[in-house]
T-cell receptor, first 113, second 114 residues
Framework: DQQVKQNSPSLSVQEGRISILNCDYT??????FLWYKKYPAEGPTFLIS?????DKNEDGRFTVFLNKSAKHLSLHIVPSQPGDSAVYFC????????????FGTGTKLQVIP | KAGVTQTPRYLIKTRGQQVTLSCSPI?????VSWYQQTPGQGLQFLFE???????NKGNFPGRFSGRQFSNSRSEMNVSTLELGDSALYLC?????????????FGPGTRLTVL
């Protein structure tokens, strides 16, 4: 049972344009969401997070939007840069779950110069 | 501050064997989590240790076990290896004292079971 789903395995975007990565979840108990970025041969690195009490969190070029009623979140990267090419994982956990984090299957983003 | 280190980086075993993977967290971090990454499955949570106690466990068979030492270093053991255990095993550390605190991942151990 995949509780966190990233339905697009890959995405290609031109440099300078917006990249939108989507994530859906099914578990209503999730109340904290995170995005990680992973380069080949490296472990994932934390990118940005959002608590369920918010609907938007922004950090530089990265913005995460949360729609609780739709159980959907998205990561916007503006403007996209070639260095953003990586696999992006959506993740979620819940109060009391501590570090028991549920990850999606990842979306491979390619930013074309 | 040194990052999360995992040893070995690569490992080849045959079916039925046993394997032990090691993880050294960032200094001061008391939580260590383990994940299995396979193509198409994303990262699957194995278990989390905090101050030498297993605090959370994922849906993996009992062949997968772990432990944490007093210095927060952690080991993961897989017994009676199966072909399907071939994967990248990632370790992540965090302070672990707040919900949602982000984790710092090591580079992983690539296990191949022949």
């Amino acid at each position: 049972d995949q509780q966190v789903k990233q339905n697009s395995p890959s995405l290609s975007v031109q440099e300078g344009r917006i990249s939108i990565l989507n994530c859906d979840y099914t578990n209503s108990m999730f109340d904290y969401f995170l995005w990680y970025k992973k380069y080949p041969a490296e472990g994932p690195t934390f990118l940005i997070s959002i608590s369920s009490i918010k609907d938007k969190n922004e950090d530089g070029r990265f913005t995460v939007f949360l729609n609780k009623s739709a159980k959907h979140l998205s990561l916007h990267i503006v403007p996209s840069q070639p260095g953003d090419s990586a696999v992006y994982f959506c993740a979620a956990n819940y109060a009391g779950g501590y570090q028991k984090v549920t990850f999606g299957t990842g979306t491979k983003l390619q930013v074309i110069p | 501050k040194a990052g999360v280190t995992q040893t070995p980086r690569y490992l080849i075993k045959t079916r039925g064997q046993q394997v032990t993977l090691s993880c050294s967290p960032i200094s001061g971090h008391r939580s260590v989590s383990w994940y299995q990454q396979t193509p198409g499955q994303g990262l699957q949570f194995l278990f989390e240790y905090f101050s030498e106690t297993q605090r959370n466990k994922g849906n993996f068979p009992g062949r997968f076990s772990g432990r944490q030492f007093s210095n927060s270093r952690s080991e993961m053991n897989v017994s009676t290896l199966e072909l399907g255990d071939s994967a990248l095993y990632l370790c992540a550390s965090s302070l672990g004292v707040i919900q949602g605190g982000w984790q710092f991942f090591g580079p992983g151990t690539r296990l191949t079971v022949l």
